[in-house]
């Protein structure tokens, strides 16, 4: 196998100006192709990227494209991922990884079977903030995980997207969209989940879109918008996890946790980057430095200022994994378990019953400052 393998992006929509913008930063990977059902789609990004535009199957089919990455909406993961696979190619999917776990398990067997390789975003908790935050924990700096808080709220999507229908649907909500990001930095930084419990509801059977081109018009709300779960670890640590779309204000951290020598405050798993406080048993509050790791660098303007983003850093991880046959960090015994969890909380909602998680993972390995820097051109 070459060390450097060749990457082709299915969808182009933009979700894939990130790959494109940010997958040249690292090594043993290269983006040869692109494709989109939307021919005019594919061949914007490929003029815009200068890679080539490709039908779905000529990509499929092509020599040079050893890993695909599924960046078509979260319905189509599992059928998308399905064709990647029975080509022949390596997947690495968005999140979800698929909306089921049936559907996972399914791809899980065929993987098997091919002897191919499946991974998935996010990525975000290789970031420079959540791996110090991970270090701090391995040092025993605030003793063992015993319980936390994770927030995730606002007022959803119809007043920025211009299509925000899908968010409001099943296989949409906050738990799927966003759930994702939290789950990934708990195992990264806790462990596997054991059991789940939740209550679940939405606030308003319709919304009202104030975004354009289609402000003021009227979607319907068929998947929960507000979700309290509570999360027991293999561990023994009971976490909480707010997840919503009803809420206009609040002063929740993203993720707080509590250990039996002091307390760790995450920032927002959705990035790479932020300040990582620890609180330890004499009360003082130390803001952790993260020794000049690659991927807590800013690097991308946003509205609120410089943040750091390095997605695709788990896509170049995964390909280095490969070469060098090691596990990788986003894979899909993690992605599966992380679908287990959120299925199982929505459906703790509808039962009102403790849900227990029936798929096993791993904590990641730790990704130091040198190995980051490894993965860099």
């Known amino acids: 196998m070459s060390d450097t393998l060749g990457v082709g992006i299915i969808g182009c929509g933009n979700i894939s100006t990130t790959y494109f913008k940010f997958l040249p ?29 490709d039908t779905v199957h000529d990509l499929l089919e092509a020599d040079d494209i050893d890993i695909v990455v599924n960046l078509t909406i979260p319905d189509a993961h599992w059928p998308v991922s399905k064709e990647i696979l029975s080509a022949g190619k390596h997947v690495y999917s968005e999140k979800p990884l698929v909306l089921t776990l049936e559907d996972g398990k399914a791809m899980q067997k065929l993987a098997s079977e091919k002897g191919l390789k499946v991974g998935s975003a996010p990525d975000t908790f290789m970031g420079g903030a959540h791996q110090r935050a991970r270090r701090a924990i ?30 409001f649907l099943p296989g949409g909500g906050p738990i799927l969209d966003l759930g994702p990001y939290y789950i990934a930095n708990l195992v990264n930084l806790v462990g596997p989940v054991k ?76 990035f790479f980057g932020g300040d990582v406080v620890l609180t330890g048993s004499d009360g003082k509050a130390e803001t952790l430095t993260d020794d000049g790791h690659p991927f807590g660098i800013a690097n991308e303007e946003h509205g609120d200022g410089m943040k750091a983003n390095y997605r695709a850093a788990g896509l170049a991880d995964m390909a280095q994994a490969l070469v060098e046959g090691r596990d990788y960090r986003c894979s899909l015994d993690r992605a599966l378990h992380a679908v287990d969890v959120m299925t199982s909380i929505l459906k703790s909602g509808e039962t009102g019953s ?8 791993s904590r990641p390995a730790s990704l130091g400052k040198d190995e980051a820097l490894a993965m860099l051109r």
């Not at 043993?28 to 059902?37: F, I, K, Q, Y």
């Not at 709220?153 to 968010?167: I, K, L, T």
């Not at 779309?245 to 020598?261: C, I």
């Open 25 to 53: 930063l690292f090594k043993g990977v290269e983006v040869r192709a692109c494709a989109d059902l939307n021919r005019g789609a594919a061949e914007a990004r490929g003029k815009e990227y200068g890679v080539r535009a």
């Open 195 to 270: 059991r789940v419990a939740a209550l679940t509801s939405m606030a308003t059977p319709t919304r009202t879109i104030s975004s354009q081109p289609r402000a003021g018009e009227q979607i319907p709300v068929k998947t929960p918008t507000n979700i309290h779960a509570l999360l027991e670890f293999v561990n023994g640590a009971t976490i909480t996890l707010s997840a919503s779309w009803d809420v206009w204000a609040h002063r929740h951290e993203n993720m707080e946790l509590y250990g039996t020598e002091g307390s760790l405050y995450v920032p927002d798993p959705n």
């Open 354 to 361: 403790f849900v227990d998680i029936e798929t096993p993972c």
């Open 138 to 167: 391995d040092e025993g700096r605030v003793g063992k995980i015993t319980s936390g808080t994770c927030h995730v709220m606002s007022h959803g999507m119809e007043q920025w997207h211009p299509n925000p229908d899908f968010f």
